[in-house]
């Protein structure tokens, strides 16, 4: 049971509850945020007059549909997809589309919550939605991806467009779905919209570093909440929990800025290589081969890999959860602060459960949320917007630059909005603050929306 709100709050969660049963990760994201708004409410009256936290709780769209395709066998398999397209108060719709078997509605409602709150505090003129399918690629052939691919926009579609609602990937949607989703989207409409979609190829819209973006962005993010602590990330161990998309480029940033990555992980186990982590290694057996991360201790004999083992008990001085929703327990968080870990970055979504995050915060260390600390993927997401409305494209270091300063101005925001606010040093309350006042005048400022 989460503790009792505020009194202004808890009738709101309890209808939260109420009006979405079962959705045990969707009331989890809300109420991280409303724990946070008590002091707001007390500031800005009006919000409360307006019922801005009422709507911005329930999404102004929900999309579910079907998704049949065929296997390679001619066996044919029926999918569930969903889009909800959550708050356009700030831009059109944007959020990725994950594909993973424990996908429902649930899970995509509590990343299309929280990523109203990430867009916000981008900046960047963007919305928030989510989408996914419970369809489970692992195994399964180039053709077989393409094929579900195809089947899902030839539904999908007809909720896009750049003003609208623009998807990208997360969890199983890399650059490869994005190439089948685009060339579906192109073919039945005939038009080249590069804007409806982010996370495309370098040669057909895609921008540069969007590909690093999320996981050099969590470092970005690392690295300020040290420097307020008078430290860096130079001769830290890093551990780092997933080893796909975002995983990858946070091991990459994290050993440029002079930090050594110990550990990462699949769903299937860990490997540690206490000489570091041979990135490159890791990129062909992930990017390229699509093969498990256990094939890294087969091709280097000084590492070693720990099958269904618990990667946070491997001591660190930093912690990255870089793979999904409440991979990160009370317990872990437990031994992280017993074995000196410093600081935690979420470049995953909700990676640890609400007794972690309060363990991470009564132990004093430093502790950047997702919705702060992994938004560099979706702000490059509107930078690549930015060059297909321009029909430019600009050079990778000027874009990472980008980057790097708007995680900059992110953990500004978040570390003084928290010393506003009373809770120094709480990048919880300092995110869900700034991405909620924001979006919140702009709604009342719109009227009733
Ligand atoms: P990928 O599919 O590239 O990689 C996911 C990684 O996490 C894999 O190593 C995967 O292991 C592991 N993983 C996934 N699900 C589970 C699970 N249920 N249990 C244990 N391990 C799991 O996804 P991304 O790197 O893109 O996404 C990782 C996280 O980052 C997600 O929380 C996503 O929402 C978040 N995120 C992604 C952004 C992006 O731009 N891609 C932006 C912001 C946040 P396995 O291969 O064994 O499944
Ligand atoms: O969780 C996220 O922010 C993403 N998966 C990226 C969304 C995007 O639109 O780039």
Redesign the pocket.
């Known amino acids: 049971m989460p503790a009792r709100l505020d009194e202004k709050l808890e009738p709101i969660y309890q209808d939260v509850l109420h009006r979405n049963p079962g959705e045990n990760e969707f009331h989890q994201a809300v109420h991280e945020v409303l724990e946070t708004l008590g002091p707001v409410l007390v500031k800005y009256p009006e919000f409360a007059e307006h019922k801005v936290i009422q709507r911005i709780c329930e999404p102004e769209r929900q999309i579910i549909f079907r998704v049949p395709w065929q296997d390679d066998q001619g066996e044919t398999h029926i999918n569930r997809a969903f889009r909800v397209e959550f708050n356009s108060a700030l831009g059109p719709y944007k959020g990725?589309m994950?594909f993973?078997p424990?996908v429902y509605l649930g899970i995509v409602k509590f990343?299309g919550f929280e990523q109203i709150f990430k867009n916000a505090l981008t900046g960047l003129p963007i919305g928030g939605g989510k989408g996914g399918s419970d369809f489970d690629p692992?195994g399964r052939s180039d053709s077989e991806i393409m094929r579900f691919c195809q089947s899902l926009m030839t539904e999908l579609y007809r909720h896009l467009g750049e003003y609208t609602d623009v998807p990208?990937?997360?969890?199983?949607?890399?650059e490869r779905e994005i190439g089948y989703l685009f060339g579906q989207y192109k073919r039945i409409t005939n038009r080249y919209e590069s804007g409806i979609l982010t996370?495309k190829g370098l040669g057909w819209g895609g921008s540069c570093a969007r590909r690093e973006?999320?996981g050099f962005g969590t470092v970005h993010f690392t690295q300020e909440m040290l420097k307020a602590r008078n430290d860096s990330l130079e001769g830290k161990t890093v551990v780092v929990?997933?080893?796909?998309?975002?995983?990858i480029y946070a091991m990459e940033m994290a050993r440029k800025l002079g930090a050594r990555i110990i550990a990462c992980?699949?769903?299937?186990g860990f490997i540690v290589d206490e000489q570091g982590i041979d990135l490159d290694l890791v990129k062909r057996i992930?990017e390229v081969e699509r093969r498990?991360?256990s094939a890294y201790a087969q091709e280097k004999s000084n590492a070693h890999y720990v099958a269904d083992g618990n990667i946070w008990k491997t001591p660190c001085d930093v912690a990255l959860p870089?793979?999904?929703?409440n991979?990160l327990t009370g317990k872990d968080a437990k031994t992280l602060v017993e074995n000196g870990c410093i600081a935690v970055a979420e470049?995953?979504?909700m990676?640890t459960t609400p007794e972690g995050i309060r363990l991470f915060q009564d132990a004093g260390i430093a502790y950047g949320p997702?919705k702060a600390a992994?938004a560099g993927?979706?702000a490059t997401s509107a930078l690549e917007m930015q060059q297909n409305a321009s029909r430019d494209s600009w050079g990778f270091d000027y874009t990472a630059n980008r980057l790097e300063e708007i995680m900059v101005n992110i953990h500004r925001n978040c570390h003084d909005t928290a010393d506003e606010f009373g809770s120094p040093g709480n990048y919880v309350v300092g995110a869900n603050i700034v991405g909620f006042l924001k979006v919140s005048e702009a709604m009342v400022a719109m009227g009733l929306i």
């Open positions: 990725g994950r993973h424990s990343l692992k990208a990937g997360d969890i199983g949607v890399g996370g973006a999320t929990s997933g080893s796909g998309n975002v995983a992980s699949d769903s299937s992930k498990r991360i870089c793979a999904t929703q991979e470049g995953a979504n990676p997702g992994n993927g979706v």
